[in-house]
């Protein structure tokens, strides 16, 4: 088995690689697990709400209340959070946060896969915009504006403006709990947002496809 459970601490570490059959892996390690909760590290893996969804099955079944969710994918807590369970984004930085409005920053990362953290919510006439990936912690509302150089990831409603690829990246992604922007755009492309009701518990994304920005159910891969 790869997964390993403290039984003293109530924490589950996944391994550093995805498995297909991580769910029998589960059910076989919960077997030797006695408490009633279970605080869960998910490490490098991207959970969908479909695998979160069936890792708390499991857990329920074995009467064990899942405490918390830790990972260092920001999708996975993307995830967990739209289902209700307390999630931790764990980083190899500590987070950064605006708290003025157009306030731009101009230094880009040497890594063009890090994340700039953002804490909390922008208001009507803030706007927010990074030369990287951007990840909020915290809602978009009507009026706010936020841009980045490669995916926007929203720990809350997008109500706001959203921009990813602001440079051209036509493979940028913006996703987030609720997506219900007033506008998305992923590099030239530009789409209004959508009017339905979301589906409850559902995390969504939008992508270029054939020339067009498309919504679906946030993926896996």
């Known amino acids: ?22 769910r029998i892996d589960l059910v076989l390690t919960l077997r030797t697990y006695s408490s009633s909760y279970i605080y869960i590290d998910c490490g490098e893996w991207n959970l969908s709400c479909k695998d979160i969804n069936e890792l708390h099955n499991i857990c329920k079944r074995k009467n064990i209340e899942i405490i918390s969710l830790e990972s260092t994918i920001p999708e996975s807590i ?15 930085r500590p987070p950064e946060s605006i708290s003025k409005i157009n306030k731009k920053i101009t230094e880009q990362s040497k890594n063009s896969e890090d994340f700039f953290f953002h804490t909390g919510t922008l208001r009507s006439g803030e706007i927010l915009e990074v030369d990287n990936n951007l990840l909020i912690m915290g809602d978009v509302n009507p009026g706010a504006i936020v841009l980045a150089g490669g995916d ?37 492309k530009i789409a209004r947002g959508p009017q339905e009701k979301p589906e409850e518990g559902l995390a969504e994304e939008a992508t270029v496809e054939k020339d067009m920005i498309v919504i679906k159910p946030a993926r896996t891969s």
């Open 78 to 92: 993307i995830s967990a959070s739209s289902l209700g369970i307390n999630a931790f984004l764990r980083t190899r």
């Open 152 to 188: 926007v990831m929203i720990w809350g409603r997008l109500r706001g403006i959203a921009h990813a690829g602001k440079n051209g990246n036509i493979n940028a992604k913006i996703s987030a709990l609720q997506l219900r922007p007033v506008q998305l755009r992923i590099a030239d």
């Open 1 to 22: 088995m790869n997964m390993k459970i403290n039984n003293t601490t109530g924490k589950l570490l996944f391994p550093k690689s995805f498995a297909k059959d991580w």
